[in-house]
């Protein structure tokens, strides 16, 4: 168990708690030793602090086999600490509930950003409520753009700063299907950039499979269909887009905080490297449990749909990156989960002028589109 291994306590209780689900779904498993289930959700509470938790599992562990000498002494272990030390173990096991584990707005700020990461990956924190008249829906159809007034794109801001969009229903069954299909047979182990050698390589931050998609690979066009949607929507020009990427995630699956923008100096001053712009991450499939895809500096979290859309601005007006889109994958713990990632790239030389002010944008149509569309949805960050 990497998780239990590498002591992220959290997840292994999850895993092993969806163990004994399915367990009792599907009756006894040959392949699974009950006790060992029990053993490693008893020591996972209690190096979280839930006493009364770990006494109970190594209970059960008992029940499964009594003759288990380290249960046994564990079990006296853990009522004696609840009798001498109740104040620091009976409060957290009765207050703490499964998800936040009593965490509070305040417990929040004093979190580091991977533990603040950790606690969105659990559930949703509460938005503020001065949020409310920011969080609309409406449809888009990007000034009259002919596909959009056939078919308009369902806008919803679910965050407010960092503006976060989801589109919803954008891409349908057929064209989910197609895009699985296609990066079925070349899907390989996700990379990322090593910072001291500058080579991509596999990381252990980034647990997934990634394949990446052109209109080359595709002679019955679904490609060439979502490029010209996304470019109808957002209304950013194509040609110095990224391939589609079509990444799996299987169980335990993750890609930990990162930025989708280059933070070094050659990705703002060299027109060859072109940082990006802006994200879109279509949603290929539910995810049962986990795989939310969240913001920690600012505690945002969206939920997978199959088939709707998050989009989010990675540069600001003044070409700067938006230090407020750290984001991250959290793991998958029950299911799958299949993503695209859109990546749009330009030029700054070619880009500032219009997003610095539409009024004197003399670019071509799809740039002052762009323009429109972050005027439009109220995107002002300088």
Same mark, same amino acid.
């Given at each position: ?11 292994a209780?999850d895993?092993m708690?969806?163990t004994?689900?399915l367990l009792?779904?599907?009756g006894?498993?040959?392949t699974?030793? %009950?006790?060992d289930v029990?053993?490693?959700?008893s020591?996972?509470?209690? *190096?979280l602090?839930?006493l *009364?938790?770990?006494?109970h ?6 029940q499964?086999d009594?003759t288990h000498a ?7 272990y853990?009522e004696e600490?609840?009798?001498?030390e109740p104040?620091?173990? +009976?409060?957290q096991?009765d207050e703490r509930?499964?998800?936040g584990?009593?965490?509070?707005a305040?417990s929040?700020?004093s979190?580091t ?6 606690s969105l ?7 503020p409520?001065?949020?409310d ?5 409406f ?12 078919r ?8 407010h700063k960092?503006?976060?969009?989801m589109?919803?229903? +954008?891409?349908?069954e057929?064209e989910?299907d197609?895009?699985?299909e296609?990066?079925?047979? +070349?899907?390989?182990r996700?990379?990322? *950039? ?5 080579k991509d ?6 647990i997934s499979?990634?394949?990446?998609l052109?209109?080359k690979?595709?002679?019955l066009?679904?490609?060439d269909?979502i ?5 109808d929507?957002?209304?950013l ?10 990444v799996?995630?299987g169980?335990?699956?993750h890609?930990?905080?990162?930025y989708d923008f280059g933070?070094d100096e050659?990705s ?6 072109r940082n990006r712009?802006a994200?879109v991450?279509?949603?290929l499939?539910d995810v ?8 920690p500096i600012v505690?945002?979290r969206?939920?997978?749909? *199959? ?9 600001k007006k003044?070409g700067?990156?938006?230090? %407020? ?5 959290c793991?998958v713990l ?10 749009r790239?330009q030029? %700054?030389?070619?880009m500032l002028?219009? %997003? ?7 670019e071509t149509?799809? +740039?002052?589109n ?13």
């Amino acid at each position: 168990m990497d998780v239990y291994d590498s002591k992220d306590y959290r997840y292994a209780r999850d895993w092993m708690k969806e163990t004994l689900r399915l367990l009792d779904e599907e009756g006894h498993s040959s392949t699974v030793d %009950l006790s060992d289930v029990y053993d490693h959700l008893s020591f996972a509470e209690y *190096k979280l602090g839930n006493l *009364k938790r770990a006494a109970h599992y190594t209970r059960l562990m008992l029940q499964n086999d009594p003759t288990h000498a380290r249960a046994q002494r564990n079990v006296a272990y853990f009522e004696e600490l609840i009798r001498t030390e109740p104040e620091k173990y +009976i409060n957290q096991d009765d207050e703490r509930g499964e998800e936040g584990e009593g965490e509070t707005a305040e417990s929040r700020e004093s979190m580091t950003q991977y533990e603040r990461y950790q606690s969105l990956c659990r559930g949703p924190w509460p938005l503020p409520k001065e949020y409310d008249s920011e969080l609309t829906c409406f449809y888009y159809d990007n000034h009259r753009t002919p596909s959009l007034v056939i078919r308009p794109v369902k806008v919803e801001v679910v965050f407010h700063k960092p503006r976060i969009f989801m589109l919803r229903g +954008i891409l349908s069954e057929r064209e989910m299907d197609r895009l699985k299909e296609l990066a079925g047979p +070349i899907l390989k182990r996700a990379t990322a *950039k090593n910072a001291d050698s500058g080579k991509d390589e596999p990381a252990h931050y980034r647990i997934s499979k990634s394949g990446w998609l052109s209109s080359k690979h595709d002679p019955l066009g679904y490609v060439d269909r979502i490029d010209r949607r996304i470019e109808d929507f957002t209304g950013l020009t194509m040609s110095t887009a990224e391939q589609l990427q079509v990444v799996n995630y299987g169980i335990g699956g993750h890609y930990e905080p990162h930025y989708d923008f280059g933070t070094d100096e050659a990705s703002f001053t060299d027109g060859k490297d072109r940082n990006r712009i802006a994200t879109v991450l279509f949603y290929l499939s539910d995810v049962e449990l986990g795989g939310a895809t969240v913001f920690p500096i600012v505690g945002a979290r969206i939920q997978p749909f *199959k088939g709707d859309a998050a989009f989010w601005w990675n540069l600001k007006k003044s070409g700067e990156g938006d230090m %407020l889109t750290r984001h991250a994958g959290c793991p998958v713990l029950v299911g799958t989960k299949w993503g695209v990632l859109a990546l749009r790239a330009q030029a %700054l030389s070619i880009m500032l002028p219009c %997003l610095v002010c539409r009024e004197t944008c003399l670019e071509t149509r799809n +740039i002052i589109n762009a323009n429109e569309f972050l005027c439009s949805l109220q995107q002002v960050d300088t």
